[in-house]
């Protein structure tokens, strides 16, 4: 298996992490599949990813987001694409305001 682990450090601040966080889940689960579960905490919040080839967590907190994921055989042979377009939507989240 392959792993891919995405940081960044945002001034969004937790509730609005959060909705782009779920954003992110929804456009995974309608795109491609993705089945998600998001865990909300009082200071930090864990979504939970599995499906098209791919699994892991999304940790979200008012200063920081990080993405571990495993991907599958056939997905791991698309890793440098997946790590691109995941770098692009996070970029893109902290940037938002």
């Known amino acids: 298996m392959s792993h891919i ?3 960044r450090q945002h001034t969004l601040g937790l509730p609005a992490a ?3 966080a779920q954003t992110w889940a929804e456009k995974a689960h309608a ?3 993705v089945q998600c579960r998001y865990e909300a905490g009082d200071h930090a919040d864990v979504l ?3 499906g098209n080839g791919m699994q892991g967590q999304l940790h979200v907190s008012g200063e ?3 993405l ?3 991907l599958g055989f056939l997905a791991a042979m698309f890793q440098d694409k997946i ?3 995941l770098n692009a939507q996070f ?3 902290v940037q938002a305001t």
């Open 5 to 7: 682990t995405i940081e």
């Open 18 to 20: 959060r909705q782009h």
């Open 31 to 33: 795109k491609f599949g």
């Open 48 to 50: 939970h990813f599995d």
């Open 64 to 66: 920081h987001l990080q």
């Open 68 to 70: 571990n994921a495993e």
């Open 83 to 85: 790590e691109a377009k």
């Open 91 to 93: 970029d893109e989240m």
